[in-house]
């Protein structure tokens, strides 16, 4: 069965600190995309980033990153010089290449102190 | 802002009552994905629509049901409503081809609260 586990349920850090969202997933298939959503305050639901089973290059877009690791099925979320607006509940899901759904992560709500 | 838009914004009704709710996707996307969100419940994945055509159903009630229309928009109808129900609703749309895999990002409406007192 497929599974994604964000243990961190609530985190609570000061701004301009760096932050890491945890995301573990359990799967069997060895095609596979993983996803992190956005729902800031406003309630919406703001897309991220994708990436596929095959490509384990981390990503960095601006002051987020994204470590992909195979060898340990995760797929974490670093916030680099955290600020006030990236307060929010943070969703990591999966989806197979065999089928339509999305699996979701139970969130982790990020706070930023300032 | 997504492109997926969602009406209305807020819904108030009573227990028993009958509400529907209204997706319109984004540009060029032909699926149309439906969830809620409860508080104790997470997101849950209720219903897919490829191009007018049920997709993949989840963990929609009976007493829920979709549909998507020639022109691409959704709409969610609510019936019998009950306390429980009362949750954020979203529409997601996609560029998913139709395929048997569905890997394209979900880009999702601001959602609609619906509260049943």
């Known amino acids: 069965a497929q599974k994604v586990t964000q243990a961190q349920t609530e985190i609570s850090v000061v701004e301009k600190e760096d932050v890491t969202l945890d995301c573990v997933y359990e799967?069997?298939?060895?095609?596979?995309?993983l996803f992190w959503y956005k729902q800031p305050p406003s309630g919406e639901l703001v897309f991220l980033i994708r990436?596929?089973?095959?490509d384990e290059q981390n990503e960095i877009s601006g002051r987020y990153s994204w470590n992909f690791q195979k060898s340990t099925s995760s797929f974490n979320f670093t916030i680099t010089a955290s600020q006030v607006v990236d307060s929010a509940v943070y969703f990591c899901?999966?989806?197979?290449?065999?089928?339509?759904?999305?699996?979701w992560g139970a969130g982790t709500k990020l706070i930023i102190k300032p | 802002d997504s492109g997926v838009t969602q009406t209305p914004k807020h819904l108030i009704t009573a227990t028993g009552q009958r509400v529907t709710l209204r997706c319109s996707p984004r540009?060029?996307?032909?699926?149309v994905y439906w969830y809620q969100q409860s508080l104790d419940q997470g997101l849950q994945f209720l219903i897919q629509?490829?191009?007018?055509?049920?997709?993949a159903k989840g963990n929609i009630l009976e007493r829920f049901s979709a549909q998507q229309f020639p022109d691409l928009h959704s709409e969610l109808n609510l019936s019998s409503l009950e306390l429980g129900d009362s949750a954020l609703y979203f529409c997601?749309?996609?560029?998913?081809?139709?395929?048997?895999?569905?890997?394209?990002?979900?880009?999702f409406g601001n959602g609609t609260r619906l509260t049943v007192t």
């Open positions: 997601a749309s996609s560029s998913n081809r139709g395929g048997q895999a569905d890997n394209s990002p979900l880009h």
């Open positions: 540009s060029g996307d032909l699926s």
């Open positions: 629509y490829y191009n007018g055509e049920e997709r």
């Open positions: 799967t069997r298939d060895t095609t596979y995309y």
């Open positions: 990436r596929n089973s095959f």
């Open positions: 899901a999966l989806t197979l290449d065999s089928n339509y759904q999305l699996i």
